[in-house]
């Protein structure tokens, strides 16, 4: 399969790529702006599996303009695209009041219109002949009935818009073969974590979480679309 993930310099998408690189039918094209970490996650993946095929793609996608360089890079190394996990993502823990324009850009870019704009890219490249699967990774915090909490309300509303998306998109393509589903997952102990809840000890790793992610994106498909599953042990 070739398979697309973002956010996979650290977290659930580093050890994403590392889970699903160990087969050698995969080709990951692994997306992240920091190189190192792209470069180190590459030699971890062959150390593991001297046969998989991780190819680092260095981007912004809170940057707009990215797009273009991307779509290149998609291209330049594979035809088709049959797995998109749009696992990057960024928070603002603020008061409301407190939150400026640049702040919701900041989030909203990267949560929500990166997304827009790499599906975008993305479905173009997609075999109707074979059954493919986008995977929008939101959060617990944002779907509806929650529990929420104060100094999140950029970053759970921009998961709120995500996992709406994917229920739109899910409809629109429902005769193109391309399933869009939406995982909106509970504390992981990840570094987005610390930042969000300073000291709080999640019941799950990342590398668990990781593994969960993995063969949902792989096989669900087969069994659902537009779904918004809940993946959640404890609140947050």
């Known amino acids: 399969m070739n398979i697309i993930v973002t956010g996979a310099s650290r977290g659930i998408g580093y050890e994403l790529v590392k889970i699903l690189s160990a087969d050698t039918k995969n080709t990951i094209l692994a997306l992240s702006r920091n190189p190192q970490k792209l470069e180190q996650l590459k030699n971890e993946c062959l150390a593991l599996n001297s046969s998989s095929k991780v190819i ?4 912004d996608l809170s940057d707009k303009n990215s797009i273009h360089q991307i779509q290149s890079e ?22 409301f009041l ?4 640049n702040d919701l850009e900041y989030v909203y870019n990267v949560n929500v219109f990166s997304v827009v704009r790499l599906i975008q890219t993305v479905v173009p490249l997609m075999d109707k002949n074979t059954q493919s699967h986008i995977v929008n990774i939101s959060s ?15 970053y759970s509303s921009s998961k709120a818009a995500l996992v709406c998306l994917t229920e739109c998109l899910a409809e629109e393509f429902k005769e193109k073969n391309i399933a869009f589903n939406c995982l909106a997952l509970g504390a992981t102990q990840t570094e987005m974590l610390n930042e969000a809840f300073p000291g709080y000890k999640a019941p799950l790793s990342a590398a668990q979480m990781a ?19 809940p ?3 404890s609140n947050p």
Do not use: R, W
């Not at 035809?79 to 008061?95: E, F, H, M, R, W």
């Open 231 to 233: 993946v959640s042990l």
């Open 98 to 101: 407190e939150i400026t324009a």
């Open 56 to 59: 680092p793609v260095v981007c």
């Open 211 to 229: 593994e969960f992610i993995a063969n949902f994106s792989l096989t669900a498909q087969q069994y659902m679309n537009g779904k918004v599953i």
């Open 140 to 154: 617990i915090g944002g779907v509806q009935g929650s529990l929420k909490f104060a100094g999140l309300s950029a």
């Open 74 to 95: 998609i291209t330049k190394h594979i035809k088709t695209v049959d797995v998109l996990i749009n696992n990057a993502g960024a928070i603002v823990n603020k008061p």
